[in-house]
């Protein structure tokens, strides 16, 4: 699962902050933090892909009232190279030999 966090600044004027604020709430797979001062607005997002995920980062990029979107961290960890899920099939390889240590090698 796609896991990114970002800090989103939001506009000062209070009617545009709302309309950003509810675009973002409208959003599945965007989680809200706690503003900070300067309109300094972390969020969390999860998909089920990659393809999700930047469809995701596009739409909260797109909210027109958005001063800033900073990305702050990106974890893709449990998906294998096409984007899916790794596979659940245990591997054949064997572990290679360990090599002898420094320490084994000297008098």
Do not use: N, Y
Request: hydrophobic residues 40%; negative net charge; without cysteine.
């Amino acid at each position: 699962m796609p896991v990114l966090s970002a800090v989103l600044t939001l506009p000062d004027e209070p009617a545009a902050r709302d309309r950003a604020l509810d675009r973002l709430r409208a959003l599945s797979g965007v989680s809200l933090g706690v503003e900070h001062a300067g309109g300094r607005l972390p969020v969390v997002l999860e998909s089920a892909t990659r393809a999700e995920d930047k469809a995701l980062w596009e739409a909260v990029s797109a909210v027109p009232e958005l001063l800033h979107v900073e990305l702050v961290f990106a974890d893709f960890s449990d998906l294998d190279d096409t984007g899916g899920p790794p596979s659940r099939r245990r591997s054949s390889a064997r572990p290679s030999p360990a090599l002898p240590s420094p320490a084994m090698d000297q008098p």
